[in-house]
């Protein structure tokens, strides 16, 4: 039986992980690899590509509420960590959510990393 291999950091796919920890539930569904870190070198060096991987950057340094730091606050780091796993492992296809403030009140980043995916080329070098 075929199976699409899934991938994702900074979705909030694993959060219900937590939830079922504390409801006393061993698993909820397998994970082969699981990083509570984007940073830890494992991140990058331990996993493979996947067919579909879903990412999306942190709302905080985007949003007037997080005080719009843009690329400047320290929270926007896992999103480059991100990008930086995309270019390395190339999935099949990848997903990464817009925030709304990026596109708002920091286009000019937006436009950088849309730039820089789009000039990725596939693991045949298409």
């Not at 909030?12 to 569904?29: D, H, I, N, P, Q």
């Not at 690899?33 to 940073?39: K, N």
């Not at 067919?51 to 997080?66: E, I, R």
């Not at 925030?99 to 980043?109: D, M, P």
Request: one cysteine or more; glycine letters at 8%.
């Amino acid at each position: 039986q075929a199976c699409i291999s899934i991938g994702s950091a900074c979705s909030g796919w694993s959060s219900e992980l937590f939830a079922a920890k504390r409801l006393g539930l061993r698993e909820v569904w397998s994970h082969q690899r699981f990083f509570t870190d984007v940073f830890e070198p494992a991140f990058l060096q331990d996993t493979h590509s996947v067919d579909c991987f879903v990412t999306g950057p942190p709302c905080q340094p985007y949003s007037v509420a997080g005080q719009a730091g843009g690329e400047n606050d320290h929270r926007s780091q896992p999103m480059l960590r991100v990008l930086q796993w995309i270019d390395m492992h190339r999935p099949k296809t990848f997903l990464v959510e817009n925030v709304a403030g990026l596109l708002l009140r920091h286009e000019q980043l937006l436009e950088e990393v849309v730039e820089f995916l789009v000039g990725l080329q596939d693991r045949d070098g298409q």
